[in-house]
């Protein structure tokens, strides 16, 4: 079974990619949806099989190195952590492919676009099934290699593939750092499985390291440079600026991207290695401050962005921080909570947005929205479910809530519950980014739904709701974002985590934080509550009540304005102090290093010399007959010269 889950996928994957023209869009969209829906049905059975019943296995398949000592085998590992990434990648990953059916309906390539989103998802599942480091890295980089054929899917458009190209060199910056801890883990511990290194550690917690010419402790160094990797995957604040510009693919596959497969692999990355970095404390600070730091500026971002797609990736930059901040204090089992209960809303809110800008005739911009939740009520009312789910909104102290009131809290909480200054930090950090995310959030519903129309009438007279197969899955995804926070609590946070988790989470005592955010303060848990309030009341302020103040504020305040729509001058930072020396020295190289010297030495040199010389050359073919006698009474003159001259000597 647990085959069948990871393998079904790329089985479509190939039907579709090699055979879509043969067997027509049709039938390429039914096998890879048909083939994803199955995988997700048994991902549901192995869930309760693993993380219900406890029946934790690895499936060995083949060897795949066998050097000398080293050898590395193809295998399937398959405990609670695994199981829950299954559902959470096959069941949005399914509802996705059948939404693609309606979304991609005019698209002239429908077979190539659905064996990429497969493809996409079998390497998900490679990474999440990984028994070792390098198995874990063919999934990782398997990842980057679809998102980049998926960000530049319409190629035909240069934004696309300028995207694609920078979604794949940023992700390859953080891909070096993995790739370095992964040597650093095998040369500490003198092995790439995860149980043999685990169970190492304890061993290894006082090893000393020297990496680049400093020395230092060994766990620290190598948990760094893993997380290095996850920065890049999961767009943490430095190696960030690939996500918002990954929107230029088709929508789906921004559903795809951010709610359950790509930006959740470095998430998952640092749980399953939790072992190491519960033993590495610097580490984990750092991972507090950048995930802190992450959610912060995201949202801050997302404050003043137009376009409905931008706004929700932000969002979802901002949702990682909170995420990784949690793993920072080691409340590893609420990441993968928020983790789940994000998968669910963030789907149902692109998959929305995608339904808007169907109905909007492929309008993005927010500005010339308004009005449509008459025409759209079905998705106007997903929206709001996914908006509140992200926001949060629940009472403290009880079970009812939206998934994301239950996730995000119980993260905010553990944060306070460490006790020490850098969870303090990212306490503070993240009740201030949740009243951001409620202004935002409401901004985007208020400027797409309500208010007056400001789409021409051309537009308005064709908004329509979507057809029943993309509707469905946002129902699907809604009553994810309704229900499975609150059903999953007792499991991933509640009293019976620890026999839910078992061994797939390594948490020290003094560190479970988890446990500790129950009984913290009741301001503590209302307060992003509180945030979240605070942020929607002044969102309907500003674009119901006064929708003439939003463009006052931004006026008065014209620097953090501009600050905050230019994403914090991070690309043109970049642009500065990475691209254009990078081109520079490129341009250099090939104009002056291989043009002039290389080639102007080289071929180009020998080719240019013969050349001259053979045109010289030429002259003397003349064609008339006097010249040629002429030169041949030269040539007896000087041969009877010379052998006079030899005679003579």
């Keep these: 079974m647990d085959q069948l889950i990871v393998l079904l996928p790329l089985l479509g994957a190939i ?23 199955l995988s997700a049905i048994l991902s549901g059975f192995v869930f309760f099989d693993v993380g219900i019943q406890g029946n934790a296995r690895t499936t060995e398949l083949f060897t795949w190195i066998d050097s000398g000592s080293f050898e590395v085998s193809w295998a399937l590992k ?9 559902v959470v990648v096959t069941w949005v990953s399914s509802m996705v ?5 309606g979304y991609m309906s005019h698209d002239n390539a429908k077979p190539r676009f659905f064996a990429y989103l497969s493809l996409f998802t079998f390497f998900m599942l490679m990474l999440v099934t990984a028994d070792n480091f390098l198995q874990m890295f063919f999934g990782w980089e398997g990842v980057g290699l679809a998102s980049y054929l998926l960000i530049g899917f319409w190629y035909e458009r240069p934004s696309a593939c300028a995207a694609a190209i920078k979604a794949f060199l940023v992700n390859r910056v953080g891909d070096v750092g993995f790739a370095l801890g992964i040597c650093g883990a095998f040369v500490l511990f003198g092995s790439a499985g995860f149980d043999e290194v685990f169970a190492a550690v304890p061993g290894m917690a006082d090893a000393q390291f020297t990496a680049f010419g400093i020395e230092g402790h060994a766990l620290t160094i190598i948990c760094i440079l893993l997380f290095i990797g996850a920065m890049g995957k999961s767009a943490q604040l430095g190696l960030h600026t690939w996500l918002p510009d990954a929107m230029e693919g088709p929508t789906p596959v921004s559903a795809l991207i951010h709610a359950a497969t790509m930006v959740t692999a470095g998430v998952f990355m640092v749980a399953r290695l939790s072992p190491m970095f519960e033993f590495a404390p610097t580490a984990l600070e750092l991972v507090t401050y950048v995930g802190a730091l992450t959610a912060f500026f995201a949202a801050s971002v997302g404050l003043t962005q137009n376009d409905i797609k931008r706004v929700i990736a932000y969002s979802t930059c901002s949702q990682l921080g909170y995420m990784f901040f949690a793993i920072g204090v080691s409340a590893y089992s609420a990441a993968i909570y928020h983790l789940m209960t994000h998968a669910f809303f963030k789907a149902l809110l692109f998959l929305g947005a995608g339904s808007v800008i169907h109905a909007m005739s492929d309008e993005q911009d927010m500005r010339k929205m308004g009005g449509t939740y008459k025409l759209i009520p079905m998705t106007y009312i997903l929206m709001w479910i996914g908006t509140l789910s992200l926001l949060g909104i629940g009472i403290p102290g009880t079970v009812i809530g939206f998934s994301g009131f239950f996730s995000k809290d119980i993260v905010i909480e553990a944060a306070f519950a460490d006790h020490s200054f850098h969870g303090n930090f990212a306490f503070i950090v993240g009740v201030s980014a949740a009243a951001m995310t409620a202004f935002y959030s409401c901004r985007l519903m208020f400027m797409t739904f309500h208010g007056k129309p400001r789409a021409p009438k051309e537009v308005m007279s064709h908004v329509h ?12 995804l809604a009553l994810g974002a309704l229900f499975a926070g609150g059903a999953m609590y007792y499991l991933f946070v509640g009293s019976g985590m620890e026999a839910f988790w078992g061994e797939s989470l390594k948490v020290l005592p003094e560190n479970n934080t988890v446990e500790a955010a129950h009984h913290v303060p009741f301001w503590v848990k209302a307060s992003p509550l509180v945030a979240g309030i605070l942020g929607i009341g002044l969102a309907w302020y500003m674009y119901i009540a006064s929708p003439d103040m939003p463009g006052k504020l931004a006026g008065a305040l014209r ?4 600050f905050s729509f230019n994403k914090w001058y991070f690309d043109e930072l970049y642009e500065r102090v990475f ?5 520079l020295l490129g341009f250099g190289l090939w104009k002056g290093g291989d043009g002039a010297i290389i080639d102007g030495l080289g071929p180009d040199g020998i080719a240019a010399t013969t050349k001259n010389l053979s045109r010289r050359a030429s002259l003397l073919q003349s064609g008339y007959v006097y010249h040629y006698a002429f030169a041949m009474l030269i040539g007896v003159v000087f041969l009877v010269t010379w052998y006079i001259l030899s005679q003579l000597g």
């Excluded at 492919?97 to 059916?101: D, E, G, K, T």
């Excluded at 691209?579 to 081109?583: C, E, F, N």
């Design 78 to 86: 398959v405990d609670t952590l695994t199981a829950v990434m299954l």
């Design 97 to 101: 492919h059948i939404y693609s059916v």
């Design 559 to 562: 620097p953090l304005y501009l």
């Design 579 to 583: 691209v254009q020396p990078a081109r």
């Design 15 to 37: 039907i579709a990619g090699f055979f879509g023209r043969l067997i027509g869009d049709r039938v390429s969209m039914l096998v890879t949806c048909g083939l994803l829906v």
């Design 465 to 476: 709701e979507s057809p029943p197969v993309m509707l469905l899955p946002l129902i699907f």
